[in-house]
């Protein structure tokens, strides 16, 4: 359960997706350039690390032609709170730009602590460039960041920086937490949920607080991090879901991905403190060391919806859509930018269902 290791992208299939992935489309058309000149912009060995992480070339900087994530959601919900509140299309590109780089960011060094070996359907950047020049990687594009948000208007740079700083220190007790759970043979749900509050829902928060900021809202910039928040607790969950009976095609990962490798994530955790059978078998194949065969993943994935932990993800993120739509109707946004909002919103609870 982490923010590095999210559903697939929204806008797979964004010709499908109707409103939602037309609204990812048009935003990620205003924020790619300005990313990658970003990125451009960092040392070349650095640069050359994150490139290859973002998918956009290979480990020598060969065009590999991947997008990069150019319409990714956190963006996306930066332009669009920014919208929200009176800007323009691009009026809020410096926080669009600087929630990515912390999001590319923390996948760099998230991928080391946790050991995954892969992103993208290739291998992770550390197996490729080493433990060292991946955290400087990573290191440089946090510094990116708070560069990019910096040099924006006065009236706002202070503030913006001042946001991003608090997101920063909730993903960082996040990622504490995460550690403490993948060793914690007594984790609760309790647990799990200052995992997602750290990990993935924080930046989302971020992203939409400063899109407002740069957008000019006052008490809007309060509700629209609440908006994102929640948000981020019902894409986590969706992750959670995919993370053991997610489609392959559309992951990029083996299917029980998560269950393979005995991640402790919040379906994982309902079912072993279920108190069932069914849980108290999969807590036994968990304390194993032997590697599960397919069929085995197959078995433990049965177990753990038989326990009631799917349908139970899958309620509290569409509890947690409902809140994040109420906090977006609070804050009074423009008709138009809270439509494309709520579609989004509701890509999200599709992958989550």
């Known amino acids: 359960m982490t923010a590095t290791e999210a559903p697939p992208p929204l806008t797979e299939g964004a010709g499908r997706a109707g409103h939602g992935g037309r609204a990812l489309a048009r935003t990620g058309a205003v924020f790619a350039p300005a990313f990658r000149a970003a990125v451009h912009r960092l040392p070349a060995d650095v640069r050359r690390v994150a490139g290859y992480h973002l998918g956009w070339w290979d480990e020598h900087e060969r065009p590999a032609g991947a997008d990069g994530g150019e319409q990714a959601i956190r963006p996306a919900l930066a332009l669009l709170c920014g919208e929200a509140v ?19 960011f923390s996948q760099l060094h998230g991928d080391l602590m946790d050991g995954t070996a892969t992103r993208r359907r290739r291998p992770a950047a550390w197996t490729v460039f080493g433990i060292p020049q991946t955290m400087l990687a990573g290191d440089s594009l946090l510094v990116a960041a708070v560069d990019t948000l910096a040099a924006g208007h006065p009236d706002v740079a202070s503030r913006a920086l001042r946001d991003l700083s608090a997101g920063l220190q909730d993903l960082c007790a996040g990622q504490s937490a995460a550690l403490r759970l993948a060793s914690a043979p007594g984790a609760t749900l309790d647990d799990c949920h200052e995992v997602i509050a750290g990990r993935t829902a924080s930046l989302l928060g971020c992203a939409c607080s ?38 392959p ?12 490798r005995r991640k402790r994530s919040l379906p994982v955790v309902a079912a072993l403190a279920s108190g069932t059978a069914a849980g108290r078998e999969l807590a036994a194949a968990y304390e194993t060391d032997a590697e599960f065969s397919p069929a085995v993943l197959s078995h433990l994935a049965a177990l753990v919806e038989r326990t009631g932990a799917r349908r139970l993800a899958a309620g509290l993120a569409a509890e947690n859509l409902a809140g994040a739509v109420a906090c977006l109707d609070a804050a009074g946004p423009l008709p138009g930018p809270a439509a494309d909002l709520r579609a989004v919103a509701e890509l999200v609870g599709a992958r989550a269902g």
Request: charged share 15%; aromatic share 2%.
């Open 86 to 104: 009176g800007a323009g299309p691009a009026g809020a590109l410096p926080a669009a730009v600087a929630v990515e780089l912390v999001h590319t």
């Open 249 to 260: 095609r559309g992951t990029g990962r083996p299917v029980h991905s998560d269950l393979a």
């Open 210 to 247: 400063l899109g407002a900021m740069h957008g000019g809202g006052t008490e809007q910039v309060r509700l629209m991090r609440m908006f994102g928040e929640r948000l981020g607790h019902a894409l986590q969950l969706a992750a959670d879901v995919h993370g053991i009976w997610g489609d």
